[in-house]
T-cell receptor
Framework: KAGVTQTPRYLIKTRGQQVTLSCSPI?????VSWYQQTPGQGLQFLFE???????NKGNFPGRFSGRQFSNSRSEMNVSTLELGDSALYLC??????????????FGPGTRLTVT | QKEVEQNSGPLSVPEGAIASLNCTYS??????FFWYRQYSGKSPELIMSIYSNGDKEDGRFTAQLNKASQYVSLLIRDSQPSDSATYLC??????????????FGQGTTLQVKP
């Protein structure tokens, strides 16, 4: 079974621009979570989607947004990029949100550099 | 107080020894606990999950959970140089809405010396 895929793998953007990252979960997985990883803050939860609905959101500004499509694929968008947004953005998928089983499997990540 | 705490290390053990990694969490309502391994430049890889008090073994790995003490640990037996990585403890703190939000510790760097 194919794993979680993320595109693009690397991005370089300029301050003020916006960016869209894409994530395709493991086949059959319906929950997609997004995380930001930086050396200083570690792994931080951004938001989680299930059945096209955002169910939980971390403590990030409104410039960070996301959505999920009917096929469970998800995108996240960051508008008005700041230097501090440079990070590894990780997508993780899990089977569903009803069994209380929450093994999350990560994709390879998108390395975003803001200059 | 951080929600999930780990000793950042590095933890250095000789090849063949047992590596013991520890994690404490603050939310008593936490119900699911995970250990991830992350090699430098790579994404986290799930290696163990544990939901009930006690031990769970999988190959050379044993996860231990003590909810009363809010403590979870990972033992790696017969450590190999290939086990050298950062180990991340993650806790699921979902509430009545039953959502999945993992809270991660800062990670412990393990070095296994040949």
């Amino acid at each position: 079974k194919a794993g979680v895929t993320q595109t693009p793998r690397y991005l370089i953007k300029t301050r003020g621009q916006q960016v869209t990252l894409s994530c395709s979960p493991i086949s059959g997985h319906r929950s997609v979570s997004w995380y930001q990883q930086t050396p200083g803050q570690g792994l931080q939860f951004l938001f989680e989607y299930f059945s096209e609905t955002q169910r939980n959101k971390g403590n990030f500004p409104g410039r960070f947004s996301g959505r999920q499509f009917s096929n469970s694929r998800s995108e996240m968008n960051v508008s008005t990029l700041e230097l501090g947004d440079s990070a590894l953005y990780l997508c993780a998928s899990s089977l569903d949100g009803t069994t209380g089983i929450w093994e999350q499997y990560f994709g390879p990540g998108t390395r975003l550099t803001v200059t | 107080q951080k929600e999930v705490e780990q000793n950042s290390g590095p933890l250095s053990v000789p090849e063949g020894a047992i590596a013991s990694l520890n994690c404490t969490y603050s939310d008593r309502g936490s119900q699911s606990f995970f250990w991830y391994r992350q090699y430098s430049g790579k994404s986290p890889e799930l290696i163990m999950s544990i939901y009930s008090n006690g031990d769970k073994e999988d190959g050379r790995f044993t996860a231990q959970l003590n909810k009363a003490s809010q403590y979870v640990s990972l033992l790696i037996r017969d450590s190999q140089p290939s086990d050298s990585a950062t180990y991340l403890c993650a806790v699921n703190t979902y509430g009545s809405s039953n959502t999945g939000k993992l809270i991660f510790g800062q990670g412990t760097t393990l070095q296994v010396k040949p």
